[in-house]
Structure formats: C-alpha cells, structure tokens
C-alpha cells in the first residue's frame, strides 16, 4: 500500500510556479553556498531542486512517490546540467528515505507537512542529518487567503510545526522572513 500524503498532488507546473521566487527563497533558507549534501521530501517538479543542486558541490537526493515527478526533476537535472541531483521514486511514509543516519548536511520539507504523520517525518528527517545539519520547513499561510494549499482543517501553522519539529527533536527553530518574495508561505530552520 502507498502512502501518499493526504492533498499533496500537484497543480500543473506554471501554476505552481507563479507562486514563488524559488532562488530568493532557497539563498534565504539554505544559504548561497550549502555546504554538503541535502535531502527533499517530496521534490515535485523540481522548483526547489534545481536551485539547491546550483548552491552545493555535495549531491542533492530528490524523493517522490510520483514517478512523472521525479521523470522532470532527471530531465532538468540534464537540461540544466546539474549531475549532482540524485531523483529517486520512493515512497518515504511507508519505507522511509533509505539514507544513511546522520549523513546529509540539510533536509527540506516544503509544501508537504500537512500530511498525516508529519513528526514521524521529521524523526526521520532528524535521523538522517549530521548533528548540526539544518532542516528547513516551507508551508502555505492560514492566515491569509492564499490561491492554493491544502485544506485550512488540516493545514498546519508554523507555531505547530514548530511544536511539531520539537517533538521530533529538533532545536533553535527560528522563522524566515519570505514576505518580499513569497508573500503566500512562512519559512522556518531548525537544527538537529
Ligand atoms: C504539494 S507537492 C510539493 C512539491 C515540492 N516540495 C514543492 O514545494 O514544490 C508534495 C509532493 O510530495 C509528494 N509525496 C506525497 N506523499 C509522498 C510520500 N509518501 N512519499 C514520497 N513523496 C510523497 C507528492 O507526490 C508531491 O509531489
């Protein structure tokens, strides 16, 4: 059985886009120069892939259980030339990521922590970073009307995914100002 998180398809692709500024957003959560490697959650088309591969000389591992998602994150990883990005079809709820504990320098979770076990996502997001490692946490506002998103019933705020992130472990959660350049989301980065 897969378990696909709950409203987590995707819209077509210039929709998606017209949402953010990917570059601004990456450079504001990951910084111009990621030093290591980084795991995505639920890559989707690439939007943030693409950027993140740009800023690491390390490997970029780009998970989805939808293989046409993860057939256009190969295909810009080609186009764009970035050997670096590593796109695999993996259901991470049902099998987790299959990456070594405590390897990856950064894990982003963007769009996706309205799902249905969010904190045994971030336990496993926890066990794969370095001690030190960054987990960065992208998600739509429920404060705001917003053009998309999941459910306001079941979408989180970031005071809850940050209860959500200190359950799984992690600290010095602080939040990132995106107002300029994705006036729909909030940001936040923690440490494990
Ligand atoms: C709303 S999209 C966000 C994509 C990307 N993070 C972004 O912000 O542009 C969520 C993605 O997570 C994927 N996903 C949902 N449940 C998953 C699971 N159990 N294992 C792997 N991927 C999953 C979906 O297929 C989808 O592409």
Redesign the pocket.
């Given at each position: 059985m897969?378990?696909?998180?709950r409203e987590?398809?995707?819209p077509e692709e210039a929709y998606?886009a017209s949402f953010?500024e990917p570059e601004v957003i990456i450079d504001r959560l990951l910084g111009t120069a990621v030093p290591g490697d980084v795991i995505?959650?639920?890559?989707?088309?690439g939007?943030?892939t693409v950027p993140t591969a740009r800023r690491t000389t390390g490997r970029v591992i780009a998970?989805?259980?939808?293989p046409e998602?993860v057939d256009c994150v190969r295909q810009k990883a080609l186009a764009f030339d970035l050997p670096n990005i590593q796109a695999d079809v993996?259901?991470?709820?049902?099998q987790g990521t299959g990456v070594d504990s405590e390897s990856q320098a950064h894990a982003?979770?963007?769009?996706?922590l309205h799902?249905e076990h969010p904190v045994a996502l971030l336990r496993e997001a926890y066990r794969i970073l370095q001690d030190g490692g960054a987990l960065s946490v992208?998600h739509w506002r429920s404060d705001i009307p917003t053009p998309r998103g999941p459910s306001l019933a079941i979408r989180p705020t970031p005071e809850q995914c940050r209860r959500w992130m200190t359950g799984a472990g992690f600290h010095t959660i602080e939040s990132v100002d995106l107002q300029d350049c994705c006036p729909f989301h909030f940001g936040l980065l923690a440490r494990r």
């Open positions: 897969t378990m696909k998180g987590s398809g995707m998606w953010f995505e959650f639920g890559c989707g088309y939007s943030f998970l989805d259980i939808e998602m993996r259901d991470f709820v049902a982003m979770i963007f769009n996706l799902l992208l």
